[in-house]
């Protein structure tokens, strides 16, 4: 059954990418950059790498004991394209896929309290996240993006309460079922890109991220095909904008992008696959500046 689970949730991720990566052919929207250099082909992919360091907080609302903050440390390898509009060339379109990997501890520049829950996670992602922005110069943009990936979580406790085993612990199973295993989750993050140089960019993000307890695949692909049909709907509005009123889109986009997957993220920390009810999951909100090396 894990691995019928699996298989099924690599195919919906790949279907996603192939939908995504629509908008990505359409020429009416996008032409290259007519400058020389790596931007010249707008299909020639550039290798990035990024760094980055943040805070996370945790909640959980059936869980008696709330896990301490933690530091986050993360590394992400993948590919990054940018174009330019036709109508507007100082307007800007970026994406990126790859892959995240995230290193989340208590224990990450901080000491957590004697009386806090201290947790280590190891988080494995395939990201993708795209934004609209402005052109500042030769190979400098500020973009405003909006992410969003499915993940999969290693949660280790690394410290009880005053030392106590987790069995004598209030509600001791619910913290049981997250501990020393894998778990399947989602996050989503909002962020600003200013690329200072044509290979190097800092970034400031703020993400938002789902641990649920247990994958129920099809409630959870329910809720996956009605958040995608909303953003598509958002696209479709957002893509017949940049015709008319480029220049105004890139900050249009990201309030509303980022506000409607706040939504959906809301809706699911009660109910891990809204609308179609279920569990709490363990949540956590990061605040992340990174560092971005593009080759």
């Known amino acids: 059954m894990r691995l019928v689970t699996l298989t099924l949730t690599v195919l919906t991720l790949t279907l996603n990418c192939v939908n995504l990566n629509a908008h990505d052919d359409d020429d009416s929207y996008w032409v290259v950059d007519e400058m020389e250099g790596p931007y010249e082909n707008f299909d020639k992919r550039r290798s990035s790498l990024y760094f980055n360091y943040g805070q996370a907080s945790f909640g959980a609302e059936d869980m008696a004991i709330v896990p301490a903050d933690a ?147 099809w409630k959870w692909a329910g809720s996956v095909v009605l958040e995608q049909i909303s953003q598509e709907l958002l696209d479709d509005f957002l893509f017949d904008a940049l015709e008319t009123n480029p220049d105004w889109v890139p900050v249009v986009s990201f309030v509303l992008k980022n506000g409607l997957s706040y939504v959906w993220y809301e809706m699911r920390q009660s109910e891990m696959n809204w609308p179609f009810g279920d569990e709490a999951p363990l949540a956590n909100d990061a605040f992340k500046v990174g560092f971005v090396l593009t080759l």
Do not use: C
């Open 71 to 217: 530091g986050l440390a993360e590394i992400q390898l993948g590919y990054t394209k940018t174009g330019y509009l036709d109508n507007a060339p100082n307007v800007a379109y970026q994406y990126y896929d790859g892959l995240t990997f995230t290193y989340l501890s208590s224990n990450l520049g901080q000491t957590a309290a004697d009386d806090a829950l201290g947790l280590e996670i190891l988080r494995l992602s395939p990201t993708r996240r795209e934004g609209l922005g402005y052109r500042l110069g030769e190979n400098r943009n500020i973009i405003l993006f909006n992410g969003a990936s499915m993940n999969w979580n290693r949660i280790n406790v690394l410290s009880t309460p005053f030392g106590l085993p987790i069995d004598s612990l209030a509600r001791a199973s619910e913290l049981r079922v997250y501990a020393d295993d894998i778990h399947f989750g989602m996050r989503t993050e909002a962020g600003i890109r200013a690329e200072l140089f044509d290979q190097m960019a800092v970034e400031t993000r703020f993400e938002r991220s789902l641990i649920f307890r247990r994958h129920k695949f």
